[in-house]
């Protein structure tokens, strides 16, 4: 489609990005009302909300609006399933320029639908503003379907800490295309499209998860999440964690240690949980570490030391200090 966002107008655009979407039996009421409906058959609904700002969270030169879109759903539908959830609805809000083109704003459509569609989610609805620079909104919803939510609150010492999906590829990715390169084409993709595995979450859930998380911070910073709110201490041994040949690769290329990727690294929306030791796991899950006592404060500690350098990312700090 031609021409820019001021020249199609606010409803005509609306008309555009709707007119993309797919639905699912738990919509019951769509886009193009004062407000959607959606079936929450447990009678609680799961929530949560991101924001991505153009510059900050994603740069047009590295990402087409697609990834974007995908990238924007993914990192809500994981945050649903790290609840033990199953990811239902998704409501975009856009602020975007005038003299952007129309095709942008419908690409970051096409995305957030075809990554709703992976999780079995849809989106329902949202709002489109104009604005300098490019924000994009999500709040996504979740429905427990009978469980109990799988808090940050529940690790108790003795018990297993696992993870299941990628975890430093983003960062590899990143760091890949912060020198102007587009390859090993496999952690490029990882940066700009990330896959959680959403069904990992309710069945962790279902298999008597004490705590749960999704790697977005990195994951010594959202295991340290869980040893505050569970009042413990955490030990990740890394022997136990598998590190690519292509990640040992690249982090030789640019002078880092790739460790350092898979302990900080973020954005990659994997899930790590805490489950007691008689649980008997999947295979794709990977036991990296144990729940301890806390020797002074609730920590993360990597091979019974503290980490020394850095632990993760904050929005309004940038990294975390180990």
């Not at 030169?61 to 945050?79: E, H, M």
């Amino acid at each position: 489609m031609k021409g820019t966002v001021g020249e199609l107008g606010e409803f005509g655009l609306i008309r555009e990005l709707t007119s993309r979407l797919t639905t699912t039996p738990a919509v019951r009421i769509g886009p193009g009302d004062d407000a959607a409906v959606v079936a929450a058959p447990d009678r609680r609904v799961v929530a949560t909300t991101d924001i991505l700002v153009e510059g900050r969270h994603f740069r047009r030169d590295w990402s087409t609006a697609y990834d974007v879109g995908r990238k924007a759903a993914a990192q809500n539908l994981a945050d649903i399933a790290a609840m033990g959830a199953v990811p239902t609805a998704l409501l975009l809000g856009l602020v975007v320029p005038a003299e952007c083109p129309v095709t942008w704003p419908t690409e970051l459509m096409d995305g957030l639908r075809d990554e709703c569609q992976v999780a079995g989610a849809a989106v329902v609805g949202g709002d489109v503003v104009g604005g300098d620079t490019i924000t994009v909104s999500v709040t996504a919803l979740g429905d427990l379907r009978g469980q109990e939510p799988v808090t940050r609150a529940g690790a108790r010492p003795g018990d297993l800490v696992a993870v299941i999906g990628w975890l430093g590829w983003s960062a590899a990715g990143f760091a890949v295309l912060s020198r102007g390169f587009r390859s090993p084409r496999a952690f490029v993709e990882a940066h700009r499209r990330p896959e959680p595995p959403y069904h990992a979450g309710p069945a962790a859930a279902g298999l008597g998860a004490s705590a749960m998380c999704d790697v977005s911070d990195g994951l010594i910073a959202d295991l340290g999440h869980i040893a505050e709110a569970s009042k413990v201490r955490i030990d990740i041994r890394s022997a136990q964690i598998d590190i690519p040949s292509q990640m040992n690769d690249i982090g030789q290329a640019v002078g880092v240690d790739p460790l350092q990727w898979v302990l900080t690294g973020g954005e990659d929306h994997a899930i790590v949980a805490t489950f007691p030791p008689d649980v008997k796991l999947p295979a794709r899950w990977k036991v990296i570490g144990e729940v301890l006592h806390p020797s002074a404060l609730p920590q993360v500690t990597v091979d019974g030391a503290p980490w020394t350098s850095s632990g993760g990312w904050d929005h309004f700090g940038g990294e975390i200090e180990g």
